[in-house]
């Protein structure tokens, strides 16, 4: 069964730290992986999109890796900001369909 | 902004009340989707429409209808609904759905209360 994991499933830390969420899938055959950020009663904002021979991509101070063998994906966030306040959505879709498969989310919470 | 609205931003019905969601799409793209949210679970695809017609409704109760009336605007029907089926309503659009290469562009959805 195709099936997206994250963890934590919160997290809190200060203004100014650096922080890891964390994705595990068992999409099959893959194809890519999105990281979405989403703001507190807002809908869902793309960060990143990876394929299979990406194995990591940037997008200011949100970094994300993949490993397609061991199908895990990380984002990593750099001096955390009080605006990078939401939950972060890991997405992956499958070869051959247009469906996304949706991880339950990671909810981060950084303090001042 | 995403180029995808959603009104109205806020519902509270009853039971016995009928109510329609609202979704408009600027983006030129022929895909349209319904998804709900619930607190603490993955969001669940509704229904899908690729260039106004229906492709895929997954399982959803007939309490619940869409309605499609050109590629930029999709609409979801509400009556007899249930205290369960309060959630976030999200609508997205995408330019088909030929391949998951398709980035998924999300309104700011409906938070809807069943009372």
């Known amino acids: 069964k195709n099936q997206v994991e994250q963890s934590p499933q919160s997290l809190i830390i200060l203004e100014g730290k650096n922080c890891t969420l964390q994705?595990?899938?068992?999409?099959?055959?893959?194809?890519?992986l999105r990281w979405y950020k989403q703001d507190t009663g807002r809908g869902p904002v793309s960060l990143t999109i990876m394929t299979f021979s990406e194995n990591t991509k940037s997008n200011g101070r949100y970094t994300a890796t993949l490993d397609a063998d061991t199908k895990q994906s990380s984002l990593h966030i750099t001096a955390s900001q009080l605006s990078d306040s939401a939950s972060y959505i890991c997405v992956v879709s499958a070869q051959g369909t247009y469906k996304y498969i949706f991880g339950t989310g990671t909810r981060l919470k950084v303090l001042a | 902004e995403t180029g995808v609205t959603q009104t109205p931003r806020h519902l509270v019905m009853g039971m016995t009340n009928k109510k329609s969601l609202k979704c408009e799409q600027h983006?030129?793209?022929?895909?349209m989707y319904w998804y709900k949210q619930s607190a603490k679970k993955p969001l669940e695809l509704m229904f899908v429409y690729n260039f106004k017609e229906q492709t895929e409704n997954n399982s959803v109760p007939s309490r619940f209808s869409p309605e499609c009336p050109n590629s930029s605007h999709l609409f979801l029907h509400l009556h007899t609904l249930q205290p369960e089926d309060s959630a976030l309503y999200l609508c997205?659009?995408?330019?088909?759905?030929?391949?998951?290469?398709?980035?998924?562009?999300f309104g700011p959805g409906t938070r809807l209360t069943v009372l």
């Open positions: 994705c595990n899938y068992t999409v099959s055959p893959f194809s890519n």
């Open positions: 997205a659009s995408s330019q088909d759905v030929t391949s998951g290469h398709n980035e998924q562009f």
């Open positions: 983006l030129g793209h022929n895909a």
